[in-house]
Nanobody, 121 residues
Framework: QVQLVESGGGLVQAGGSLRLSCAAS????????MAWYRQAPEKQRELVAI???????NYTDSVKGRFTISRDNAKNTVYLQMNGLKPEDTAVYYC???????????????WGQGTQVTVSS
């Protein structure tokens, strides 16, 4: 079984910073894309940032210049450094990964359980 476990959420004042971590565990041969999504109350889940195995990154416009996604392939871990947080960043943040357990199997998707980020004004 492959699991993604997130940590690092919490309550912070506007302008503050948080760092989210997501570690993948289990039988893992390789991980392709790793990403962070978020879902605010009564809104659809949206992609926040994505990082490919080679290090290429992409961000949704609202977080460009404030958030940084990175990964440690040796630890099967992805991070999201969030600076300059705004109340509109308040949401449950979910980790996502495309991975495979063996070289002869297909990639499959896994989601983390989510971690709450609350930004007060």
């Amino acid at each position: 079984q492959v699991q993604l476990v997130e940590s690092g959420g919490g309550l912070v004042q506007a302008g503050g910073s948080l760092r989210l971590s997501c570690a993948a565990s289990g039988t893992i041969f390789s991980i392709n894309a790793m990403a962070w999504y978020r879902q605010a109350p009564e809104k659809q889940r949206e992609l926040v940032a994505i990082i490919m195995a080679g290090g290429n990154t992409n961000y949704t416009d609202s977080v460009k210049g404030r958030f940084t996604i990175s990964r440690d392939n040796a630890k099967n871990t992805v991070y999201l450094q969030m600076n300059g947080l705004k109340p509109e960043d308040t949401a449950v943040y979910y980790c996502h990964a495309d991975l495979r357990s063996f070289p002869w199997t297909s990639y499959f998707r896994r989601w983390g359980q989510g971690t709450q980020v609350t930004v007060s004004s």
